[in-house]
Each structure stands twice: as structure tokens, then as C-alpha cells.
């Protein structure tokens, strides 16, 4: 949508609203704002964003796009208090409604070279792809937990991949069916593995190199 826009000159602003503090704010600007996951904004944070598309942003000449994302059905996390109604308002003007990703498989391999050159500029990796037996095993998952269940899993093997083709000693038991956790577990799972592989890469390096 951003590329496709006369705003594809100006920047576009990435939000994870699982990361985002309460007293957090709208980015400003001309571009474009994709506010991820926004289903995970913190109550208080939603109230505040809710005004702010509401108020200053109809004055401004620099006023962004704002679009969002979700897993979660926002309707249903309205009506059980756990969304602002103000912001659903303001945010489902035009929803698009995407297939899971078990319905799209075409989308995989696209979406894992998407992830890993995201996961090599956070991590400081030179992760190059995947091998044949990963790219089978990816195919033939039910992804439960949709696009964002794909991004963990390679980020994690990301972090443990111990050379720079990810290969299935490296996926671990991520894609056991019943290894599907909530995000918090997941990311909790996430720093343990980022913890070991650090203390493994720390043990296996020659004395006297940092």
C-alpha cells in the first residue's frame, strides 16, 4: 500500500504495539504508519491514540496514513472491553481481511527471506536462506498461529543456526503442533535460546578473542 502510494517518498514508520509503553505516542510525519500487532496496545495507550486520530492529526499538513494489523478478531476484543471502541472506529474504516497462511503457501518462501534479512540486521547475523529439507518442512506446517508463528520460527532458528543456512537441526521442535504457545511464552522461549547460543558461540571461541 505504502509503496503504491503517493507517500512511497516518505518514510514508513513500522510500530509494534506489543513493545509500545502506555504513555506512548503516534509517530509524526508525512508517510506511513503501520501500527502491528495492534490488538496487543496497551489500554491506556489505545485511549491516548484514539484521541490523536481524532484531533491533532485532522489539522496537521504533515498528518501520516495509519494503517493497522491484527491476528485477533478486534470486534470480538471490543465487545469483551479489551479494545477502545474509538480506535476500532477509527482504524476499520477499509479492512482487508487476508487468508491464513496455510491458504497462501505461495506467500512462504517470500515471507522467510523477508525474515531472515530482518533477522540479520537485529542480530547481527549473515543468515543466506534455508536449506531444501526446512523449505519442505515449512510447506507442509498448519501454522496455526499464522504469519507471526513463520516470523518466530525463524527468528529462532536465526539465533541458534550455527552456520549460514538455516537447516532443520536448527528449527528445533518449533513446528511440533504442540509446541503452539501464546506470544509471551514464545518470546520468552526466544531470549533462552538467544541466551544459550551466546554462552555456546562465548564457550567455543578462542581465549583472548571478544
Known sequence: IHEHSNR?????????????????????GRGTVHLAQVHRLPGAAQARLARELKGPFESRTDTPRVLS???????DE???????????????????????LRSRRDDI???????IQRCNGELNRNIKAVDDSVGRALQGHAWPGNVGELERVIKR????????????????DSLARDR?????EVESSLSRAARAALHERLVDSPRGTS
Do not use: M, W
Open 180 to 184: 503452539f504457545h501464546s506470544a509471551n
Open 78 to 100: 471490543v465487545q469483551a472491553g479489551r479494545f477502545n471502541r474509538e480506535l476500532y472506529e477509527a482504524l476499520s474504516v477499509i479492512a482487508l481481511k487476508l487468508a491464513p
Open 157 to 172: 532458528a536465526c539465533i541458534v543456526a550455527n552456520g549460514d543456512v538455516i537447516t532443520v537441526d536448527d528449527l528445533g
Open 8 to 28: 512511497r517518498q516518505e518514510p514508513l514508520q513500522i510500530v509494534d504495539c506489543a513493545e509500545l509503553a502506555e504513555d506512548a505516542a503516534l509517530p509524526r
Open 109 to 115: 518462501p517470500l515471507l522467510v527471506r523477508h525474515f
Open 69 to 75: 494489523s491484527t491476528d485477533a478478531d478486534l470486534g
